[in-house]
Protein backbone atom coordinates (compact mmCIF):
# COMPACT_ATOMS: atom_id res chain seq x y z
CA UNK A 1 0.00 0.00 0.00
CA UNK A 2 1.04 3.57 -0.55
CA UNK A 3 2.31 5.63 2.27
CA UNK A 4 3.40 9.05 3.00
CA UNK A 5 6.19 10.38 5.24
CA UNK A 6 6.83 13.89 6.71
CA UNK A 7 8.85 14.82 8.79
CA UNK A 8 9.43 16.69 11.35
CA UNK A 9 6.05 17.17 12.88
CA UNK A 10 6.98 20.47 14.70
CA UNK A 11 9.69 22.57 13.85
CA UNK A 12 10.87 25.95 15.77
CA UNK A 13 13.46 28.19 13.70
CA UNK A 14 14.95 31.27 14.61
CA UNK A 15 14.11 34.29 12.00
CA UNK A 16 17.15 34.14 9.53
CA UNK A 17 17.42 30.53 9.77
CA UNK A 18 17.21 27.71 6.69
CA UNK A 19 15.09 25.26 6.52
CA UNK A 20 14.46 22.00 5.27
CA UNK A 21 11.60 19.65 5.23
CA UNK A 22 11.41 16.34 3.76
CA UNK A 23 8.55 14.16 2.31
CA UNK A 24 8.92 10.95 1.14
CA UNK A 25 6.46 8.29 -0.51
CA UNK A 26 6.36 4.52 -0.42
CA UNK A 27 4.56 2.01 -3.09
CA UNK A 28 3.86 3.81 -6.08
CA UNK A 29 6.33 5.19 -8.77
CA UNK A 30 6.42 8.63 -10.45
CA UNK A 31 4.21 9.78 -8.43
CA UNK A 32 2.62 13.62 -8.81
CA UNK A 33 4.19 15.36 -5.28
CA UNK A 34 2.77 18.57 -3.72
CA UNK A 35 3.58 21.19 -0.91
CA UNK A 36 1.27 22.68 0.06
CA UNK A 37 1.06 26.13 3.57
CA UNK A 38 -2.15 26.05 5.85
CA UNK A 39 -3.32 28.83 7.75
CA UNK A 40 -5.21 27.81 11.41
CA UNK A 41 -8.41 26.39 10.39
CA UNK A 42 -8.41 27.34 6.81
CA UNK A 43 -7.68 26.37 3.50
CA UNK A 44 -4.67 24.81 1.38
CA UNK A 45 -2.09 27.21 -0.46
CA UNK A 46 -0.41 25.40 -3.47
CA UNK A 47 3.48 26.26 -3.32
CA UNK A 48 5.06 23.89 -5.41
CA UNK A 49 3.87 20.66 -7.10
CA UNK A 50 6.11 18.01 -9.55
CA UNK A 51 5.67 15.45 -11.74
CA UNK A 52 8.98 14.08 -11.90
CA UNK A 53 12.59 14.03 -11.08
CA UNK A 54 13.75 18.07 -11.20
CA UNK A 55 10.20 18.93 -12.37
CA UNK A 56 9.20 22.15 -10.17
CA UNK A 57 6.44 24.17 -10.98
CA UNK A 58 6.09 27.25 -7.87
CA UNK A 59 2.85 28.36 -7.63
CA UNK A 60 3.56 31.54 -5.56
CA UNK A 61 6.55 33.93 -5.52
CA UNK A 62 8.14 33.51 -1.77
CA UNK A 63 10.89 32.38 0.08
CA UNK A 64 11.01 28.95 -0.49
CA UNK A 65 11.78 26.62 -3.27
CA UNK A 66 11.57 23.05 -3.90
CA UNK A 67 13.62 20.14 -4.99
CA UNK A 68 13.01 16.33 -6.27
CA UNK A 69 16.37 14.88 -6.43
CA UNK A 70 14.98 11.40 -6.46
CA UNK A 71 11.46 9.85 -7.55
CA UNK A 72 9.75 9.83 -4.24
CA UNK A 73 11.38 12.34 -2.51
CA UNK A 74 10.27 16.03 -2.69
CA UNK A 75 12.13 18.52 -0.53
CA UNK A 76 10.80 22.16 0.56
CA UNK A 77 13.49 24.81 1.51
CA UNK A 78 14.87 27.91 2.59
CA UNK A 79 17.85 29.44 2.97
CA UNK A 80 16.79 32.81 5.32
CA UNK A 81 13.45 32.25 6.91
CA UNK A 82 11.26 35.27 7.62
CA UNK A 83 8.34 35.07 10.16
CA UNK A 84 5.60 35.75 7.58
CA UNK A 85 6.98 31.42 6.91
CA UNK A 86 5.24 30.43 9.83
CA UNK A 87 2.24 27.80 9.20
CA UNK A 88 1.40 24.36 8.97
CA UNK A 89 3.04 22.55 5.99
CA UNK A 90 1.29 19.41 4.37
CA UNK A 91 3.02 17.80 1.34
CA UNK A 92 0.99 15.39 -0.52
CA UNK A 93 0.99 12.91 -3.73
CA UNK A 94 -1.56 12.61 -5.93
CA UNK A 95 -2.89 9.72 -8.16
CA UNK A 96 -6.25 10.31 -10.61
CA UNK A 97 -9.10 10.66 -8.27
CA UNK A 98 -7.46 11.87 -5.01
CA UNK A 99 -4.45 12.81 -3.23
CA UNK A 100 -2.98 11.67 0.03
CA UNK A 101 -1.91 13.66 2.86
CA UNK A 102 1.20 13.72 5.14
CA UNK A 103 0.84 14.65 8.72
CA UNK A 104 2.18 17.73 8.63
CA UNK A 105 4.92 20.03 9.65
CA UNK A 106 4.09 23.05 12.13
CA UNK A 107 6.31 25.21 11.45
CA UNK A 108 7.08 28.37 13.90
CA UNK A 109 9.46 31.05 12.90
CA UNK A 110 10.31 33.25 16.72
CA UNK B 1 -5.55 30.21 -11.02
CA UNK B 2 -8.87 28.29 -10.48
CA UNK B 3 -10.70 29.68 -7.00
CA UNK B 4 -12.94 27.58 -4.78
CA UNK B 5 -15.50 29.13 -3.15
CA UNK B 6 -17.01 26.99 0.22
CA UNK B 7 -19.79 28.41 2.23
CA UNK B 8 -20.63 28.80 4.67
CA UNK B 9 -17.46 29.20 6.26
CA UNK B 10 -18.13 28.13 9.80
CA UNK B 11 -21.82 25.52 10.74
CA UNK B 12 -22.05 24.75 14.38
CA UNK B 13 -25.52 22.40 14.61
CA UNK B 14 -27.19 20.18 16.94
CA UNK B 15 -26.34 16.38 17.19
CA UNK B 16 -29.51 14.70 14.97
CA UNK B 17 -29.57 18.04 12.63
CA UNK B 18 -28.83 17.75 8.89
CA UNK B 19 -26.21 20.35 7.44
CA UNK B 20 -25.26 21.05 3.36
CA UNK B 21 -22.12 22.41 2.60
CA UNK B 22 -21.29 24.12 -0.64
CA UNK B 23 -18.33 24.07 -3.28
CA UNK B 24 -19.01 26.25 -5.78
CA UNK B 25 -16.27 27.64 -8.99
CA UNK B 26 -16.10 29.38 -12.20
CA UNK B 27 -13.97 26.71 -13.83
CA UNK B 28 -14.61 23.27 -14.97
CA UNK B 29 -13.06 20.88 -13.15
CA UNK B 30 -11.88 17.59 -14.37
CA UNK B 31 -12.43 16.01 -11.12
CA UNK B 32 -13.29 17.44 -7.59
CA UNK B 33 -12.83 16.37 -4.27
CA UNK B 34 -13.87 15.93 -0.96
CA UNK B 35 -11.62 15.52 2.46
CA UNK B 36 -12.22 15.75 6.05
CA UNK B 37 -9.36 17.22 8.09
CA UNK B 38 -9.04 17.12 12.02
CA UNK B 39 -6.55 20.07 13.95
CA UNK B 40 -2.97 18.85 13.93
CA UNK B 41 -3.51 16.07 10.96
CA UNK B 42 -3.38 16.13 7.30
CA UNK B 43 -7.13 15.99 5.29
CA UNK B 44 -8.14 12.55 4.51
CA UNK B 45 -10.19 12.46 0.97
CA UNK B 46 -13.66 11.30 1.32
CA UNK B 47 -14.94 11.03 -2.20
CA UNK B 48 -14.26 11.64 -5.50
CA UNK B 49 -16.48 13.08 -8.21
CA UNK B 50 -15.81 12.94 -11.91
CA UNK B 51 -19.17 12.74 -13.66
CA UNK B 52 -21.67 16.08 -13.91
CA UNK B 53 -24.53 15.26 -12.07
CA UNK B 54 -23.30 12.86 -10.63
CA UNK B 55 -24.03 11.60 -6.35
CA UNK B 56 -22.37 9.59 -4.19
CA UNK B 57 -22.96 8.29 -0.83
CA UNK B 58 -20.91 7.47 2.26
CA UNK B 59 -23.21 6.35 4.79
CA UNK B 60 -24.87 9.57 6.24
CA UNK B 61 -22.70 11.53 3.44
CA UNK B 62 -24.28 12.24 0.06
CA UNK B 63 -22.00 14.23 -2.57
CA UNK B 64 -23.36 15.59 -5.73
CA UNK B 65 -21.34 17.20 -8.85
CA UNK B 66 -23.34 19.92 -10.53
CA UNK B 67 -24.54 19.20 -14.43
CA UNK B 68 -21.78 21.72 -15.16
CA UNK B 69 -18.80 20.43 -13.00
CA UNK B 70 -18.73 23.84 -11.35
CA UNK B 71 -20.21 23.15 -8.28
CA UNK B 72 -20.67 20.28 -5.46
CA UNK B 73 -22.19 19.97 -2.24
CA UNK B 74 -21.96 17.86 0.60
CA UNK B 75 -24.94 17.18 2.78
CA UNK B 76 -24.52 15.36 6.20
CA UNK B 77 -28.00 13.38 7.53
CA UNK B 78 -28.02 13.44 11.17
CA UNK B 79 -25.10 14.73 12.17
CA UNK B 80 -23.34 12.80 15.02
CA UNK B 81 -19.89 14.81 17.18
CA UNK B 82 -17.75 12.54 15.21
CA UNK B 83 -19.00 14.18 11.67
CA UNK B 84 -16.62 17.54 13.42
CA UNK B 85 -14.13 18.79 11.59
CA UNK B 86 -12.76 21.22 8.54
CA UNK B 87 -14.28 19.94 5.29
CA UNK B 88 -12.39 21.15 2.00
CA UNK B 89 -13.45 20.63 -1.23
CA UNK B 90 -10.63 20.79 -4.03
CA UNK B 91 -10.88 20.44 -7.96
CA UNK B 92 -8.48 19.01 -10.85
CA UNK B 93 -8.92 20.46 -13.84
CA UNK B 94 -5.86 18.74 -15.51
CA UNK B 95 -3.86 15.77 -14.17
CA UNK B 96 -1.76 17.74 -11.83
CA UNK B 97 -2.97 20.69 -10.20
CA UNK B 98 -5.08 20.11 -7.31
CA UNK B 99 -6.70 23.44 -5.44
CA UNK B 100 -8.61 23.48 -2.57
CA UNK B 101 -11.44 26.02 -1.08
CA UNK B 102 -11.15 28.26 1.89
CA UNK B 103 -13.04 24.87 4.10
CA UNK B 104 -16.05 24.59 6.33
CA UNK B 105 -15.68 24.40 9.76
CA UNK B 106 -18.03 21.72 11.06
CA UNK B 107 -19.27 21.38 14.72
CA UNK B 108 -21.31 19.23 15.81
CA UNK B 109 -23.03 19.97 19.55
CA UNK B 110 -23.84 16.81 22.04
Known amino acids: SQTIHQWPATLVQPVGSPLSLECTVE??????LYWYRQAAGRGLQLLFY??????ISSEVPQNLSASRPQDRQFILSSKKLLLSDSGFYLC?????????FGQGTRLTVV | TQLLEQSPQFLSIQEGENLTVYCNSS?????LQWYRQEPGEGPVLLVTVVTGGEVKKLKRLTFQFGDARKDSSLHITAAQPGDTGLYLCAGSYNDYKLSFGAGTTVTVRA
Open chain 2, 27 to 31: SVFSS
Open chain 1, 92 to 100: AWSFSVGAF
Open chain 1, 27 to 32: GTSNPN
Open chain 1, 50 to 55: SVGIGQ
